[in-house]
């Protein structure tokens, strides 16, 4: 298989910073060439005053110079830098990626949690996809332990069931606690009750996918399967619910110390891997989870597969875009969304941005958070029918939507609200908490949504063969239908002055 230049991620982490040179040949063919990382304590500055000092920006910035040789070396000119919870946590963000800029010349990207958990998802679902092994057809839970939180994924033969994120990664529980707190015996017991509530609610929802099987991967899970599987040199290992428990039981009491002196590790690694391993033995207790899986995938090896297929393999990027649509079907399913009316708008608004797409400047994935739009346009009504495109706002803002951005949430919802409200403008609170280009998105979208829900008013499917050609100024959109579509010619005319505005193209409904 052919490989393709390398490119270097470099990653700002709570716990470390890190680069790695990776040469790419397809999502589940990732090679790193070379990797250096420098350990870290600014996540537990971040948790603890939440934002970073000068000293800190500045011990960062000598670090990610010193990475600049390291590209040198390999003539790598294709970098994806990214930072993930300790500077999406830090209140003086702005800053710091201003002056990291400006001293090293890198412009880093800051992943949501979503995003990140994203990332790993895409690496380990090719993984699973190449190895055609039975554990790819089993209900699934992925499990992503991050510094800032924890995600939950469900996944079965290829099909996303759910993606659900909560606060609460190894170093935001442990900042929760004074030193004091955790240096006494009863630490432990606080940890679990403070997990049992946290995660209560999940279990409702997860229980509905019958899973029994749970995927780990990052370095406490690497740590747990080196403890518990000596003799494996290679992961994935496998490991039985009973092995873990008991276990996790043979530490009681669980403390950092104990970690320590049982296990040979230095006291940062075991302060870190004590809330993941109660953690892991909620989830193993709480749900009928029969094996274990250690992968070893890490956030670096999942930001490459997805920075690489994004430069070379568009059919995987595709492939993975579809998996988020079927996601936000389950969403909109959920909310009890007409399938079948949002199936039609889903349809037409493709339709519609097909058609505009070479010459309005519409980005591929400007049409996936279209789709999306589409799809959700009406979970508000689960709510209330009176004014439900507010309720729409609230809940797709409120929904972790796999993948996407708060920033592209922002937009799916904007677009969800005003596509049957008055024109966007500078008087709603909503469109003026966008920026520029956001707003630019939603307008767009907006009008190619509201055109396309035009087209099925009344939900009833009236109209059929629908399809739309551009020509200079004018979108013409041709249909059939033998019912009175009155209702659809009304309301597309209505929408069309949006749309005229936008574009400054008029669209014009004919029926053969």
């Known amino acids: 298989m052919k490989t393709h230049p390398p490119f270097a991620i470099v990653h700002i982490g709570s716990i470390r910073v890190s680069i790695a040179i990776v040469q790419y040949a397809s999502p589940d063919r990732i090679k790193i060439l070379e990797q250096a990382q420098k350990e870290t304590t600014f996540g537990e500055e971040i948790f603890r005053t939440h934002r970073l000092s000068f000293a800190s920006i500045h011990d960062l910035s000598q670090i990610l110079m010193g990475f600049r040789q390291l590209l040198a070396d390999y003539g790598v000119t294709e970098v994806c830098p990214i930072a993930t919870t300790v500077i999406r946590e830090a209140e003086n963000s702005l800053g710091i990626l201003d002056l990291l800029r400006l001293r090293t010349g890198f412009s880093f990207h800051v992943a949501d949690m979503a995003e990140e958990i994203f990332y790993k998802f895409f690496a380990l679902h090719h993984r699973l996809l190449k190895e055609k092994a039975p554990l790819g057809k089993k209900p699934l839970l992925l499990l992503d332990v991050n510094s800032g939180g924890v995600g939950f994924t469900g996944w079965k033969a290829g099909r996303l069931l759910f993606q659900m994120n909560v606060e609460g990664g190894r170093l935001s529980v442990l900042e929760r606690f004074t030193k004091q707190q955790r240096q006494e015996l009863t630490f432990p017991s606080a940890m679990r009750d403070y997990f049992h509530a946290s995660l209560s609610t ?18 406490e899970a690497r740590i747990l399967a080196s403890l518990l599987v000596p003799d494996r040199q290679e992961l994935p290992v496998v490991i039985g619910r009973e092995a873990l428990l008991r276990f996790v039981d043979g530490l009681v009491p669980l403390t950092v110390k104990k970690l320590m002196h049982k296990f040979g590790l230095p006291e940062r690694r075991a302060t870190l891997l ?39 393999s568009p059919k995987a990027v595709a492939a993975q875009s579809e998996l988020q649509i079927d996601l936000a079907r389950s969403i909109a399913a959920r909310y009890g969304a007409s399938s079948d009316h949002d199936a039609r708008v889903e349809k037409y608004a493709m339709l519609l941005f097909d058609a505009l797409q070479e010459t309005q400047g519409l980005t591929p994935r400007a049409r996936l958070l279209l789709r999306m739009s589409a799809i959700l346009h009406e979970v508000g009504k689960y709510v209330n029918l009176r004014n439900y495109p507010l309720h729409s706002w609230q809940i797709i803002e409120g929904t972790d939507i796999f993948g996407v951005s708060d920033a592209e949430k922002r937009c799916i919802a904007a677009i969800s609200y005003y596509y049957s409200k008055d024109n966007p403008d500078r008087h709603s609170t909503h469109y003026e908490s966008l920026s520029q280009e956001q707003k630019i998105l939603t307008d767009k979208c907006c009008a190619i949504l509201r055109l396309a829900d035009a087209l099925d008013q009344g939900h009833s499917g009236k109209i059929k063969d629908v399809t739309a050609t551009l020509s200079k100024e004018e979108l013409l959109i041709t249909c059939e239908s033998e019912e009175d579509i009155s209702l659809i010619r009304w309301t597309f005319e209505r929408a069309s002055q949006l749309f005229r505005e936008i574009f400054g193209i008029t669209p014009l409904l004919h029926r053969k």
């Open 202 to 219: 999940l279990w409702p929802h997860i229980e509905k996918s019958s899973i029994s099987t749970l995927v780990l991967s990052g370095f």
């Open 274 to 312: 004590l809330p993941t391993l109660l953690l892991y033995d909620e989830i193993v207790r709480t749900m009928p989870i029969e094996s274990i899986y250690v992968y070893d995938i890490t956030f670096v090896t999942g930001c490459a597969a997805w920075y690489g297929a994004g430069l070379y």
